[in-house]
């Protein structure tokens, strides 16, 4: 199935949902107990079934999953993927920036990513002193497009000055549950500004399949939808906000491909984002920086 996409008006586009890679391989450490070919696959059946795009980050399994990811799209044309990756926080010195991204694309096997990303500020690394190696590679054709990950609409603003190139993307904690980016005015200043909101863990682990609110079911009902894809489609429905999930099994990638070829009417939208129950101001994660 072809994942419809979202364009800016710059012109980047990117797929309403794209395949998160967190814990496949490991968390911040390598899993010893890795199945390697199971993970392959889950990223393969993931490509097979249309989520061209594929998230990653030099943290993940310190390394292994870009590894993993690397070996699962080797029969992959690359012309028809989507491949983002993160430099971590204590990798920002110009330097360093340049040196982790050889290391990615390296692991990825692949000469170019489509979107780099700053995973988290560091406020101990100048800004402009990362953005400045952020232009560089996009200068050398080595990144094609620049974005962020855990910003504020204040670190936001100060990342285009210091850039002075359009950033694309800013990855943050949103969903049902966790509002910040609608409270402390960074979806409103991403949709004003030709940038994508991407929201990550829009499931929440899972929980608003598992322990589902009566107003969730009550809208996905309406639209004969699971309360899973009705929170994924609450994301995607709404302007310049694109999303990305974890997949392992085939029932996952079915169901969650199933909730972006629709949408919400705005009422319903609306309805979710004033009356869902036990909603949080800020991540519980790490507030936006």
Known sequence: MKIPLKT?????????????TWMIGGGVQP???????????????GLQNGLTCIDSAEMYGDGYTEQLIG??????????????????PQNLRYDDVLKALEGSLKRLQTDYLDVYLVHKPNSDIPLEETMRAMRHLKDQGLVRNIGVSNFSVATLQEAQNQLGLPIVLNQVHYNLMF?????????????QNDIFLMAWRPLEKGIFATDC???????????GK????TAINWLTAQENVV???TMRQ???????????NWTLKNEDIEKLRTVFPGQKKVSNREPLL
């Open 179 to 191: 509002r910040e980016p609608e409270l402390c005015g960074l979806l409103e200043y991403c949709q």
């Open 213 to 223: 609110p009566l107003i969730l079911q009550k809208i996905a009902n309406k639209y």
């Open 31 to 45: 899993d010893p107990h890795c199945d390697e070919d199971l993970a392959i696959h889950s990223i393969q059946l």
């Open 250 to 260: 085939a029932k996952n990638i079915n169901e969650n491909i199933a909730a972006v």
């Open 243 to 245: 999303t990305l999930s």
């Open 226 to 229: 699971s309360p899973a894809q």
């Open 71 to 88: 070996r699962a799209i080797r029969d992959f044309p690359r012309e028809n993927l989507q491949i983002i990756s993160k430099v971590s």
């Open 8 to 20: 800016l008006k710059n012109g980047f586009s990117l797929p309403l949902l794209s395949m998160g």
